[in-house]
């Protein structure tokens, strides 16, 4: 069951199970907070629900997960560069938070995931920070301007990375979003070309198919690979 958590100012929804031994982090928007509840019970069925799940609503989807600023590419919307704020918020206000409201260990594994722009938010916090045992970008704006460039030039600090993208993403008009499939396979070779633990799996459709289920898959990945060597936290209260 979802509890709503008041953290910094944003209404946090949050699941925990039984005995958590990880922690998932997701930044969400409204589409994303309406499909939560399916997207945690695929994640639960599939690994048994043992983990603390916190998502973080984005009012300003453009600005809040950009890491610079960037002319729209599609409507008329700039790209800010919020993620730096939104990152912040993660590492030193949700975090410590979640932590001593359920009273977790420090220690915990957390993975960093999300949709679109919220899966190259991922991506570039797992280079800023080492806070992020595991990547989970499901669908990621890989495509996004100069993103490439920086990701060549800064390794990726988590020991795992999923990727994943629709076979049909890059059949676009929009010449920017049309670079999304040979970004994703550059991606995926930076990845690799560091030595992490990587996958870029493919699925059926558009950008707008099945977010909540290609996100769940993105998450079952990573907690799979944490858990092939875990640390069990101790928790007293969930």
């Known amino acids: 069951m979802l509890i709503t958590m008041t953290i910094g100012g944003r209404a946090c929804p949050v699941f925990c199970g039984k005995r958590p031994n990880m922690i998932l982090l997701q930044p969400v928007d409204e589409n994303d ?9 695929r994640m639960e069925q599939r690994c048994g629900g043992d983990f603390l799940f916190a998502a973080i609503p984005i009012q300003d989807w453009n600005r809040e997960l ?17 993620a730096g704020e939104t990152l912040n918020f993660i590492l030193h206000r949700l975090l410590p938070e979640l932590l001593r409201e359920f009273s977790l260990s420090e220690t915990l594994p957390v993975i960093l995931g999300g949709y679109s722009l919220a899966g190259l938010f991922a991506l570039w916090s797992g280079c800023q920070s ?36 629709g ?21 995926l070779e930076i ?7 990587c996958i870029l799996e493919w699925n059926q459709g558009n950008h707008f198919q099945d977010p909540e289920k290609r996100t769940a ?8 690979k944490v858990l092939e060597n875990p640390w069990i936290g101790q928790s007293t209260f969930c």
């Open 130 to 165: 080492d806070r992020f045992s595991a990547i989970a970008a499901a669908s990621p704006s890989v495509w996004f301007p100069d993103w490439i460039a920086y990701a060549k030039t800064n390794r990726n600090h988590a020991e795992h990375v999923y990727l994943s993208l």
């Open 66 to 82: 950009s890491p610079w600023e960037a002319p729209a590419v599609f409507g008329k919307a700039d790209f800010g560069s919020g």
């Open 191 to 197: 990845l690799r070309e560091s030595g992490i633990d």
């Open 217 to 224: 898959a993105a998450f079952s990945w990573c907690m799979d």
């Open 33 to 41: 907070l309406r499909g939560l509840e399916n997207q945690i019970a």
């Open 167 to 187: 076979d049909r993403e890059a059949r676009t008009k929009n010449p920017v979003m049309a670079t999304v499939g040979s970004c994703i396979q550059t991606q």
